[in-house]
């Protein structure tokens, strides 16, 4: 059952080992930090266990790949990281906040103030203007947008025009960057994206991922995003494998190749299409 | 959020007015209610005071309400003229009269009409001569603008005048108006009104007026102390009626501003029963109102728990979704409060002027609309729509942030909680209901009523799946492979199902309880009739109205009649032993005929046990032997000792007492009915004949009718009540079919995506539209049938308490029921048109790739 490169990697990681989760820079600061996660669904024989005793440092602005087949436990992990899910144990710290036994208006204040979203549906709500959905949350917390930091982020999703436009007048690269935007505006210490160029073709999923690199090298933007292609993954600083809710592997300044290669060892041993 | 919230409302207009559209019927009914109550009473109440403008003080015999009439004596009138400071004194008498049609020749339908005799003195008298002559001859009368208008009379002609006197002919010589005009009123000459309404010539009020300067209390006073010093000036007119003479009654003096306000307050108490039995069925409907709200907001939560739960990731606390969601009701309340406002004083001004040109003599057609109105229509439509909101608001608002990212959420449902809660609800329901009919108590039966209402609510998701697989069962021949999608449909959202039908199982449960109350008490009327009298036809008036002595000595001289028994029936004051006296209907009747004409199911003792200084009560009311005190307004306490107990019966009173006894307290208490048997050789048919030939001209008011006849419109009468209250209760079926083609229309917007599937793989258009209709028939089958049921349980528990202890098996009106759920069924078929049509519609490349 154990998988061969999981040998390698059958302890789990931890900060002892900076060098597989901080790819360019190994003095840079943890902007999440999950010791021991483990999270079950259902009992008994319908056990499915999503993650099993996971550590993890996401390192501060870095661009980190989670990566995995489906149902290997890449999503619940982000979900934890993100606060959105509990684990059934460990300790997940986001910036300065430890998230366990948060309760839901301390989790509300987390979102508000330290954690941005990008999802794989884009999201946006379809009655607002591009601009009100760019707002949504600055205004959820009650907060006045920064304007110069207001433009200087919609300058860089290259939105200027079609501020006035509502989703359903935008394309999905569009949308997407609209979505980037609203992620940013109010500069969480960590962004998570969930497929974000799931539902897009592979020159605009490319733009969106252009984009989010950007935000890194430019702002110094953490971001973590789940992703089972191998090409987006190559954006990234630095990658992570999960399987069977364990963390199998690490690639430091990923390229495409070089991550269908572990993929793929990661699928033979379930008898799988990789990317299934 | 706010903004995030009215946006999307706006972009939701259809289903904003859909949730609406409850609101709007609810308050519409709340606002016409009480519009057209104000509308009445207020213009009523300015006429009244026009009429008794200038008059200082009046003297009447009882109540300042006119409800205990006595004659006052000419030589009152006399010696108040005497007086120092009154400058003008006049006797009148007024009381019921009605002008025939002379073109049809029938009398006005309803069995309402004033009339006063006519006083020459122009302040004094309420009417004002505005064409024309007074009637100064006892053939004369003037009439109002409206009513001649309606009766097509016009100065000159002639018609006849109906009291519940001898009718006679008589020439209409003027119009007159009362205040400003517009209530429908008599004058006919002074002298002949004294002898219609058996005052002889004496009065049953004495109108003063003062000297200038004085204030009305003076004159009062003046005219009080007249009175006490001028002991024996009543009752002793010449000519009055015996009845009328033998009465020692005490006058009293009012205001002419208290006379005005006691009949306003008369006439306000009228108008509030009406205001207040609408604004029951008003609240009804609000309360179904209220489930469908409750259940639109639901579904449109529902639809949008993937755009909350994105709300709830961007940092949006569940306090902001909560009122978020009810932000957008109470704009939806608002908003529908106001149209529903609009809508019922255009509904209340309708039926102003519907009722004037019914010529039923309603002064103005301007709808007052009170600042009270405007407050509670704008208060409760909101309140109602909030309340409503908030389970949907809290449900959610408890949706999980990660649901933005994972497919929609499996709802959670807590079965085990609900099934325990309807147990306990019904267990209550029950032995509530079974206490209360065993006791005869209302609150336990009406304790039991509502829990069992919230039983058959809570209930409602888990039977609603059940129900529909057998009720869909005769549907699969006839429909085919939709149907089983169908009861698929209904079965999935058992909440959404049931939240919907509920509306339905409350409405259908009302107006069957309705149906079998009617049909019990229709039922009793019958038994009780039939069982308690024994004669061969009944004279009465139509609507029960009271009338004369003298029909009953004249329907006996008439050919064919053996005997014929007066039946009296008068509300007073009984007190049984020490216990503080309680209102009742005390009847009376000549203890001879009583003992050969009532066939009472006694208790204790027998029908010829009743004698002077002994009555017969109800059994439970008193015991044998008690003693009890009877009193009317103006006369001196009846002592009687309790004979014999009988079973109650809608034929008389509480208690009965001789008719001697009862003429000393009230001299003017009227027959109700009168009891008459025939010869030998003469049948019922035939009598009924002889007398109706007589009546129609001699007491026009009067009908003689067979027992069957007679039990018929006892029974006519509560069929009109339940019909009344049905059609009211209508209107809380309307907002409950409405909220059916709600449901269906939120649901094929929700499930265009699986349409368009269904649609790609073979479905035609025709076999969408019978799905969509198959499903309303579903869901409106089982609410009608589950309400139905609850009708019956409901009926059978109230009819047990109002028929207060008589024994008699409840009727069960099967084909009215089963009416109404064939009516309910049909018109959800209806309601579900437009949904099956929108569904049917649906473009199927667009339906599958919608999100």
Known sequence: ?276 | MLTVTLKGMLARKLRLLLSAVSVVLGVAFVTASFSLGDSISGAFDDHIANANAGVDAVVMAGAADGSSPGALTPSLVGALAEVDGVTAVAGTTTGFAQLRDPGTGASPADASGAAIGWIEDDVLNPLTLVEGSAPLHRDEVVIDRASAESLGLQIGDSTRLITHAPARDVTVVGLAELGDGGISVLGIEAATAGEVWGYGDGFSEIRVRGEEGLTEAQVADAVEAALAAAPGTTGAGDGATDAAAAAAVTPSVYTGTEVTEANVAALEEQTGVITTFLLVFAGITLFVAGFLILNTISMLTAQRSRELAVLRALGASRGQLVRGVVAEAATIGVVGSLVGLAAGTGVATGLVALLSRLGLGLPETTVSLELRTVLVALVLGPVVTVIASLLPARRASAVQPVQAMREAAVPRTRRRVRATVATVLTLLAVTASVLGVREVSTPLVGAGAVSMVLAAVVWGPLLVGPATRVLARPFVRLAGRPTRLAEGNVIRTPHRSAATSAALVVGVALVSATAVIGSSMSGMAESEIKGSLDADVVVWSMGGMPFGGEAAGAVAGQDGVEEVGAVKIAEADVAVGASAPATEMVSAMDPALAHDMLHLRMVEGSTADLADGRVLAVEGEAGLGDSVSVTVPGAAPLELTVSGLYEGTPALGTYLVTAADLAGIAPQAADVYLLATAEEGTTGEELQATLDAYLVDAFPLLQAMTMDGFVEANRSVVDQAVTMISALLGLSLLVALLGVANTLGLSVIERTREIGMLRSIGMSRRQVRSMVRVEAVLMATYGALLGGALGLVLGRTVSAVLMDGIDLPVSVPAGRLALYVGVAVVAAVVAATLPARRAARLDVLDAVSAT
């Open chain 1, 1 to 276: 059952m154990n998988a061969p490169l999981a040998a390698s990697g059958t302890t789990t990681l931890s900060s002892a080992e900076p060098d597989l989760t901080t790819a360019s820079a190994p003095a840079a600061r943890a902007a999440v930090v999950a010791r021991g996660l483990t999270k079950t669904y259902g009992s008994g024989d319908a056990a499915v266990h999503a993650l099993r005793d996971v550590s993890v440092d996401i390192a501060e602005a870095r661009f980190t790949a989670v990566m995995g087949p489906s149902g290997s436990g890449k999503s619940t992990l982000m979900h934890v990281l993100a606060g959105l899910d509990t684990a059934d144990s460990g300790e997940v710290t986001v910036g300065p906040a430890r998230l366990t036994g948060m309760k839901d208006k301390e989790l509300t204040r987390l979102r508000r103030d330290y954690v941005g979203f990008i999802f794989q549906q884009f999201n946006l709500v379809p009655t607002l203007t591009a601009r009100e959905n760019l707002l949504l949350p600055l205004q959820l917390a009650g907060r006045k947008a920064d304007p110069a930091w207001f433009d200087v982020v919609v300058d860089a999703v290259g939105l200027g025009h079609r501020l006035s436009h509502r989703p359903s007048e935008l394309s999905g690269g569009q949308q997407q960057r609209v979505a980037v935007a609203r992620a940013l505006v109010s500069r969480p210490q960590v962004i998570f994206a969930d497929e974000p160029t799931g539902n897009l073709d592979s020159r605009t999923g490319a733009e969106v991922l252009g984009l989010l690199r950007a935000c890194v090298d430019d702002f110094g933007q953490t971001i973590v995003m789940v992703t089972h292609d191998p090409m987006s993954a190559a954006h990234a600083d630095s990658v992570i494998f999960l399987d069977d809710g364990q963390i199998v592997s690490t690639m430091a300044r990923p390229t495409a190749d070089g991550v269908l290669a572990v993929m793929r060892s990661i699928s033979t041993t379930h008898d799988l299409p990789a990317g299934a």
